[in-house]
């Protein structure tokens, strides 16, 4: 099993490098039916490997100068304030046993990973489909904008700290629109969050676990990363439109697959 999951460790980050898609649409999956994991202990481990791989993603963006933080900090702040807070305090508050009724019955798994589900089918369709931004409007005035920066950092923070995610395929646009960031410079930027706020939700939970597997976190991630690196050097060989639109339908069918798992199976 542990050479199993090693190797998907090294495929995950494959796929990362190839389509410049987030680690963990797929690690919490991996960690939850893979490792058998509890949902809480899966998204907590998947925050310290998106955190981990951001870093060395943050790091090679910042030697290019691809980095700008302070235009981002309306959104950096909120952000890192609400992951801390959701993983730290609200995730241990969640009762194992939602709802209770007759033959409906919803545990904490089945509502975390459904709306973990409902989010990669979120990536999958901006994906598959142009990634249009829906409803922003760049021509905005500048308070109106940081104003949304604030909402969006906290917002995004919160799904961090919840489920585990990265959200950098919402994290771009933002910067984009509302820190009036260069491409370049907004992909780079918000890897440089991801890796802050993951690891922070990583630390402000991992009080509520029995335990932390360090070899397994660190050895997953060190495969994660040496996958993007191999995937980064080929993915320019390939049509990136087409990586893209064909892990956009993969990820569809994984959010498939957990839906029916939690509340069909």
């Given at each position: 099993?542990?050479?199993?999951t090693?190797?998907i460790a090294?495929l995950v980050?494959?796929i990362?490098?190839?389509?410049?898609?987030?680690?963990?649409?797929l690690?919490?999956?991996?960690f939850?039916?893979?490792?058998?994991?509890?949902?809480?202990?899966a998204t907590t481990?998947?925050?310290?490997?998106?955190g981990?791989?951001s870093?060395?993603?943050a790091?090679k963006n910042?030697?290019?100068?691809n980095?700008?933080l302070?235009?981002a900090?309306?959104?950096?702040v909120?952000?890192l304030?609400m992951?801390?807070?959701?993983?730290?305090?609200?995730?241990?508050?969640?009762?194992?046993?939602?709802?209770?009724f007759?033959?409906?019955i919803?545990?904490?798994q089945?509502?975390?990973?459904g709306?973990?589900?409902?989010?990669i089918?979120?990536a999958?369709i901006r994906?598959?489909?142009?990634g249009?931004n829906?409803?922003?409007?760049?021509?905005?005035?500048e308070?109106?904008k940081?104003?949304?920066?604030i909402?969006?950092g906290?917002?995004?923070?919160?799904i961090?700290?919840?489920l585990?995610?990265?959200?950098?395929f919402?994290?771009v646009?933002?910067l984009v629109?509302?820190?009036?960031m260069e491409?370049k410079?907004a992909?780079?930027?918000s890897?440089l969050?991801?890796?802050?706020?993951?690891?922070?939700g990583?630390?402000?939970g991992?009080?509520?676990?029995?335990?932390?597997?360090?070899?397994?976190?660190?050895?997953f991630?060190a495969?994660?990363?040496?996958?993007?690196?191999i995937?980064?050097?080929y993915a320019?060989?390939?049509n990136?439109?087409?990586?893209?639109?064909g892990?956009g339908?993969?990820?569809l069918?994984?959010?498939?697959?957990?839906?029916?798992?939690?509340?069909f199976?």
């Amino acid at each position: 099993m542990e050479l199993i999951t090693l190797i998907i460790a090294l495929l995950v980050g494959l796929i990362m490098g190839l389509t410049g898609a987030g680690g963990s649409i797929l690690t919490v999956p991996v960690f939850t039916y893979l490792l058998k994991l509890d949902v809480v202990t899966a998204t907590t481990y998947s925050l310290f490997v998106v955190g981990a791989t951001s870093v060395a993603g943050a790091y090679k963006n910042y030697r290019v100068g691809n980095i700008d933080l302070k235009p981002a900090l309306n959104f950096a702040v909120p952000s890192l304030i609400m992951v801390t807070l959701t993983r730290g305090l609200v995730v241990p508050l969640i009762p194992e046993v939602i709802i209770e009724f007759d033959y409906l019955i919803i545990l904490r798994q089945n509502l975390m990973m459904g709306l973990f589900a409902v989010l990669i089918i979120y990536a999958g369709i901006r994906m598959v489909g142009n990634g249009v931004n829906q409803g922003i409007t760049p021509d905005e005035s500048e308070s109106r904008k940081k104003i949304k920066l604030i909402i969006q950092g906290a917002l995004l923070g919160s799904i961090m700290g919840f489920l585990g995610a990265g959200g950098g395929f919402m994290i771009v646009p933002v910067l984009v629109l509302f820190a009036g960031m260069e491409m370049k410079k907004a992909i780079g930027t918000s890897l440089l969050l991801i890796s802050v706020n993951a690891l922070s939700g990583f630390f402000a939970g991992w009080g509520a676990l029995n335990g932390i597997d360090w070899i397994l976190l660190i050895k997953f991630s060190a495969l994660m990363i040496a996958g993007i690196l191999i995937g980064g050097h080929y993915a320019s060989r390939l049509n990136p439109v087409l990586l893209k639109k064909g892990f956009g339908y993969f990820i569809l069918v994984v959010a498939s697959y957990i839906l029916l798992i939690e509340f069909f199976i």
